[in-house]
C-alpha cells in the first residue's frame, strides 16, 4: 500500500512542526528542559491507568493474532515497568545537560577565537517495534538533549504508544516545550514516507530486528543509528569460579530472554567442561530453559539436541541456549568475533591475564568480565535511559544515552581577522593557546 498525496503533505507538515519546535527547545535552558521532563514523568503518573489499560488491549490483540512469544514479552508493559521508565524519566532531568559544552577553547591569534561546542542535532526519527516503554525512555532523553521527536511504534503496541504520547504532550503543554516536538505515527507506511524526509530529519533510530534495521539502512540518505541481532555470548574459562559461572549463566540466558543482552551462546572451556556442564545443565533445565550443543557437550550431556551451524548464528531471545566446548581461550574468541553481533559477551574467569587478554580482544561494544550480559543497559550505566543499543564501530556504540544525541559546532569570533595575513613569505604564525 502505497501513502497518499495528501497523507504525504501531512507527514511532511508534521516534520515542518517538530523541526520548529526544536529550534527553539534547542536554545532552551537546562532548567526549562528539567523541568519539562518533571512534568512528563508528573503526567504519565497522572495517566497510569489509561496506559496501562492501553496495553492490556494492545496485549489481547497481539494475542488474537498470534504474536510470537519473545515480542509479546516486550509488548507487555506493567506497573512495575512503568513505574521504573518514570524513575528513569527523573534521573534523565538529574543529568548533566549535555547541550553547549565547549569541548575546544583555543586563541588562534590575538583576539581570534575559537570554540567547539556541543549542539542538538536537531530532529529524531525513531523506529521501534513492541516496547512501548521504550517511547518514553526516547522522549525523555530527546528534550534533554534539545531535541525533536517523531516516533513510530510497532503496530502491536500502537494503543500503549498512544496514551502515552497523549500523556506526554500534555505534560509539556503547561512548560517551555512546544507539544509538537515530540509526534507519533501509526501506519506502516509512513514508515518509508518518514525514511525519505531527509530535509527534516537528522537521525534514524530504529529498533527491531536484524533484517528490519538493514532495511532502513538501504531505504533511507539519513544517517542511521541501531543495532542488528543481539548475539551474545558468555565464556566459561578453565579457571572460572564454578559457583559464579552458574549464577552469571543464569542470570544472563533466564532473566529476561527477550531483552537483547541475553545470552545465545554459552562457551565452555575442555578442562572444565565434565565438571560445569551437568551443573548448569540441571539447573537451566529446571528452568525450562532448551540446551543445543555441540558435539563435546552432547559427550557429557547426551540427553540435549544437536546444534546445527544456524544456531551460532540465531537470537533466540527466547528460552534456548546454544552450548559449544573450546579448546583454549584464543578459540573462545575466534568463535565470538565470527559469529558475535558485537553487542556484548562476557567471560568468566579468575585468571586476570585471560580476563585481559578477552576484553582487549572481543570485538563487541560492551566486553564484561565475571558479571552477566545484562548489565548491557542505558540505565544500568547510569544513563537514565537509551535511543538504543549501537552495535556499529563507530562511536556512539553500546546504549545511547544523551552524548549520542548531541553533535558540536565550530565557533569563531575574530575582529577583522583575514586569512592571507597567515598566508606568504610574510605570513604571521598562529599561537593555538588552550584557555
Not at 492490556?56 to 490483540?61: N, Q
Request: aromatic letters at 4%; a negative charge; hydrophobic letters at 40%.
Amino acid at each position: 500500500m502505497t501513502i497518499s498525496g495528501e497523507d504525504l503533505s501531512n507527514l511532511i507538515a508534521v516534520a515542518k512542526k517538530t523541526r520548529l519546535a526544536a529550534l527553539k527547545l534547542a536554545v532552551l535552558s537546562t532548567d526549562a528542559k528539567n523541568q519539562a521532563i518533571e512534568a512528563i514523568a508528573q503526567a504519565l503518573e497522572a495517566a497510569k491507568d489509561e496506559i496501562l489499560q492501553a496495553n492490556v488491549a494492545d496485549c489481547e490483540r497481539a494475542t488474537t493474532e498470534g504474536i510470537a512469544k519473545p515480542l509479546y514479552k516486550r509488548l507487555q508493559l506493567d506497573e512495575h515497568k512503568l513505574r521504573d521508565t518514570i524513575t528513569g524519566v527523573r534521573d534523565v532531568g538529574k543529568l548533566p545537560d549535555p547541550v553547549g559544552a565547549v569541548q575546544i577553547h583555543r586563541e588562534l591569534d590575538t583576539g581570534l577565537i575559537l570554540k567547539r561546542v556541543t549542539c542538538p542535532l536537531g530532529v529524531l526519527g525513531v523506529i521501534f517495534e513492541a516496547r512501548p516503554e521504550a517511547a518514553i525512555q526516547i522522549v525523555s532523553l530527546a528534550i534533554k538533549s534539545g531535541n525533536g521527536i517523531i516516533l513510530k511504534g510497532g503496530k502491536e503496541a500502537t494503543r500503549s504508544c498512544e496514551a502515552i504520547v497523549k500523556a506526554i504532550k500534555q505534560g509539556l503543554s503547561q512548560t517551555a516545550v512546544n507539544p509538537d516536538a515530540v509526534q507519533l505515527l501509526t501506519t506502516r507506511e509512513e514508515i518509508l514516507e518518514l525514511l525519505k524526509l531527509d530535509k527534516y530529519v537528522d537521525l534514524i533510530i530504529p529498533r527491531g530486528s536484524n533484517s528490519f534495521v538493514r532495511f532502513v539502512q538501504e531505504n533511507t540518505r539519513i544517517p542511521v543509528l541501531g543495532h542488528a541481532d543481539g548475539i551474545c555470548h558468555l565464556y566459561v574459562d578453565k579457571a572460572a569460579d564454578i559457583e559464579k559461572a552458574i549464577a552469571i549463566t543464569v542470570d544472563a540466558k533466564t532473566g529476561y530472554p527477550a531483552a537483547c543482552n541475553a545470552i545465545e551462546t554459552l562457551l565452555v572451556h575442555t578442562s572444565i567442561a565434565e565438571e560445569f556442564l551437568p551443573k548448569i545443565a540441571e539447573t537451566l533445565q529446571k528452568l525450562n530453559v532448551e540446551l543445543r550443543g555441540d558435539e563435546h557437550s552432547r559427550e557429557i550431556l547426551s540427553s540435549i539436541a544437536a546444534a546445527i551451524e544456524e544456531d551460532w548464528e540465531t537470537e533466540y531471545s527466547d528460552l534456548i541456549l546454544s552450548i559449544k566446548v573450546v579448546d583454549s581461550l584464543q578459540d573462545a574468541i575466534a568463535h565470538i568475533n565470527d559469529y558475535g553481533s558485537k553487542h556484548t559477551d562476557a567471560i568468566v574467569t579468575e585468571d586476570a591475564e585471560a580476563a585481559e587478554t578477552f576484553l582487549a580482544l572481543v570485538n563487541a561494544a560492551g566486553v564484561y568480565h565475571n558479571c552477566s550480559t545484562r548489565f548491557a543497559d542505558g540505565f544500568r550505566y547510569g544513563f537514565g535511559a537509551e535511543v538504543g543499543i549501537s552495535t556499529q564501530q563507530m562511536p556512539p556504540r553500546g546504549p545511547v544515552g544523551l552524548e549520542g544525541l548531541v553533535t558540536y559546532k565550530y565557533q569563531m569570533s575574530g575582529n577583522g581577522h583575514i586569512v592571507a595575513t597567515y598566508t606568504g613569505a610574510d605570513a604571521k604564525p598562529f599561537i593555538h593557546r588552550d584557555l
